[in-house]
């Protein structure tokens, strides 16, 4: 079993924590916690014990998403994201992902592999006009490092603001889009919001960059458009996940795929630390929560 401190330092005076790794038996004090932070994970197990808390107040999740967590947050308890842990991370592969799919790095690295001198043009990032869906944090950390990329960029957003657009101006937008980046979370609104329609308005050659969740895109649809070769796209995340053997997906052409790694690296740890300390200290002196979702 890790210590605490190890995984949290310096928690703030009268506090005490465990950790439960999902190996050893549970720690005797689940009937005393009050501030529970599952692992980053989607694994339902660490939820379920959730139900054998009865002094709990607060989830904290380490993940960006949050769908997953909603049917074992009982009433009376308040549910977090985690709010500025993934954007640097996600934001990353959400450029990483754009600059691979356009400058062709997957043929490169088959050339590579086969000793071929494989010599040919591809876009460039510059230039494009690129359509954020989804201008949260993480929408916001793709958007600063785009600066420097000579991009037109808009904005998309469930409600307009400066400089944002609402999203029932999608359909005027979309037809003058080269890339479309979809950063929203998954939600009732947001289920299959990258439909068949949405995609056909979108010109030739579009590329769809999803770093969000899987379901947020209909995979029918897409595989259709990709299979035509109108489209393409580079997902981190897909609808199934993972992708099961034989998914048309692994072969469609046009399409670069990365396994749901968006928020996975080194950047990681330090953030989500600081997030729980950040957290449990405001919970302890009664002041709001930041990230709440419920």
Known sequence: ????????????????????????????TMDETEFYVPPYSFDREPLKLIAEMPRLA??????????????YIPNGVRLCKAGGVHDTSTAELAVTLMLAALRGIPEFVRAQDAQEWHHVRFDALADKRVLILGYGEIGAAVDRRLAG??????????????????????????????????TVPLTDETRGLVNAEF????????????????????????????????????????????????????????????????????????????????????YVSDEELLYQVN
């Open 199 to 282: 995609l056909a308005r979108l010109p030739d050659r579009a590329l769809v960059v999803n770093v969000a969740r899987g379901g947020v895109v209909n995979t029918e649809a897409l595989l259709d458009e990709l299979r035509t070769g109108r489209l393409r796209a580079a997902l981190d995340v897909t609808e199934p996940e993972p992708l099961p053997p034989d998914h048309p997906m692994w072969t469609v052409p046009g399409l670069l795929l990365s396994p749901h790694v968006g928020g996975n690296t080194t950047a990681f740890d330090p953030r989500a630390r600081q997030l729980i300390l950040n957290q449990i200290t405001r």
């Open 58 to 71: 607060v989830v904290q999740l380490l993940t960006a998403g949050f769908e997953h967590a909603l049917p």
């Open 149 to 182: 990329f000579e991009v037109n960029v808009r904005r998309v957003a469930r409600h307009a603001r400066d400089g944002v657009f609402p999203m029932s101006a999608l359909p005027d937008l979309l037809p003058t889009t080269d890339v479309v980046v979809v």
């Open 1 to 28: 079993m890790v210590p605490f401190p190890d995984v949290v330092p310096r928690l703030p005076d009268g506090v005490l924590g465990d950790v439960f790794d999902g190996y050893n038996p549970p720690p005797s």
